[in-house]
């Protein structure tokens, strides 16, 4: 493409985005005098130009902004502590501060916001887990973007996670058993509902005795 | 001293900012360290309950930078714009390497790395869009270099339409035309792989 042919390509695509949509046709059947080649171009530009905006990387470069402070506040929640780190995003002990309660805050990292299948999967995760009831399985309250930033907002469990409930010398059989119908009875309402976790680990139970 | 240090910074950058504009390409590669240093420390700062949001939005990191690294008093538009073009020039290249990078270890024998090990940086999709727009920008900036210079500053730098059309020194109007037409040129170019 010449210098000249792309300026006249600036010139005619410019021109037909200040025109109403209705009457682009007519319009660039005019401004193209016959040009098919240009119209063609014009037309591939203007196709283009309705995708949804172009996300910069540019926010992913100082991915020590995705931790969290104590004190720090996302939307109506504030940080208390950091409770851990899981494939999806970081867990923080939070306040409610409308209800005066203590929830479980999930914010997916800042580094990853801009990656459209993270963002995806972090929605269907707190829908999913949304539209269970069970009591072995964490209540969701709340999912919400502030910022830019998603968090989904989950009843907060008091106790430990079952990797640090387990002595070194194992855990006794009866106990064992009860946190596994435990789990297995959270997934079997899981599955039941046509959700698979895909990444069960002892990290993610909390066991309350 | 963190204030000494700061002003010793302060000096320095207006200093390699002016033998920038004099064409010494060396300053360029001073500067580079000098103005990401201070980036990733106003990011940190940043996260230190100071707002309420947390997305770090580059150009309010730029902004930062510019009126802590650059010294006010003997500093005009022109520095400024100098410097907000820098800083995507800087971004351009910490995200080409990066993404460079994580192909790399695509492609190569596979590597178990844990999550915690991997989630930094842009994700490997990311990762080949960075690189494509990196080579195909090259074309573009044949064809028109003012929409080149406007895809480094908005695609890279993450600038907002107005701060870069300060940047250019154009009108904003232009930036937005200039942005609607590369964007949709480039994805185009993206998608057809090679097409001239």
């Keep these: 493409m010449t ?17 109403p949509e209705s009457e682009r046709p007519r319009f660039l059947e005019s401004a193209c005098e016959g040009d098919t080649e240009l119209r063609v171009e014009v037309d591939r530009l203007l196709a283009g130009n309705q995708e949804p905006t172009w996300q910069s990387p540019a926010t992913m470069l100082f ?54 299948d993270r963002k995806r999967r972090f929605i269907q995760e707190a829908k999913a887990a949304s539209a269970l009831n069970h009591p072995n399985i964490i209540t969701i309250h709340d999912f919400a973007e502030e910022h830019g930033t998603q968090f989904i907002v989950m009843e907060y469990v008091p106790g430990k996670a079952l990797d640090q409930l387990i002595p070194l010398k194992g855990l006794r059989t009866a106990e064992t058993l009860k946190y596994a ?14 959700i698979v976790h895909r990444r069960l680990e002892a990290g993610q139970h909390h066991g309350h005795r | 001293m963190v204030l000494a240090g700061m002003a010793d910074n302060r000096g320095e950058v207006t200093r390699l900012l002016a033998e920038m504009a004099l064409g010494r390409s060396d300053a360029l590669d001073r500067l580079m360290p000098l103005v990401y240093q201070e980036l990733r420390r106003i990011a940190r700062n940043q996260m230190r309950g100071e707002r309420s949001g947390h997305t770090l939005q580059p150009t309010d990191l730029v902004h930062e930078a510019f009126l802590r690294l650059v ?8 520095n400024r714009a100098q410097f907000f ?44 869009e960075i690189l494509a727009v990196h ?22 730098g993450g600038l907002s339409v107005e701060e870069t059309a300060e940047a250019i020194g154009v009108a904003t109007r232009t930036v937005k035309l200039d942005w609607a037409m590369a964007k949709s040129w480039l994805k185009s170019q993206l998608s057809a792989g090679d097409r001239p």
Aim: aromatic content about 4%; glycine content about 10%; overall charge positive.
């Design chain 1, 3 to 19: 210098p000249e042919r792309w300026s006249r390509l600036r010139e005619v695509f410019g021109a037909a985005l200040e025109t």
């Design chain 1, 63 to 116: 991915p020590v902004a995705a931790e969290l402070a104590p004190g720090d506040m996302v939307g109506r929640y504030r940080i208390e502590a950091k409770l851990g780190e899981g494939g999806m995003g970081v867990v923080y002990r939070s306040r409610d501060i409308h209800l005066d309660r203590v929830v479980a805050v999930k914010v997916l990292p800042a580094d990853r916001v801009a990656d459209p």
């Design chain 1, 181 to 194: 119908v435990q789990i297995a009875d959270a997934l079997a309402k899981a599955h039941a509902a046509g």
């Design chain 2, 71 to 78: 010294d006010q008093n003997c500093t005009d538009w022109r």
């Design chain 2, 85 to 128: 073009g820098l800083a995507a020039q800087l971004m351009r290249r910490l995200l080409v390497d990066h993404a460079r990078r994580r192909c790399a270890g695509k492609r190569g024998i596979p590597v178990t790395l844990t999550e915690g090990i991997c989630q930094r940086g842009p994700g490997a999709d990311q990762s080949e």
């Design chain 2, 135 to 156: 080579q195909v920008l090259g074309r573009l900036a044949e064809l028109d270099p003012r929409q080149a210079r406007v895809v480094e500053l908005r695609y890279f």
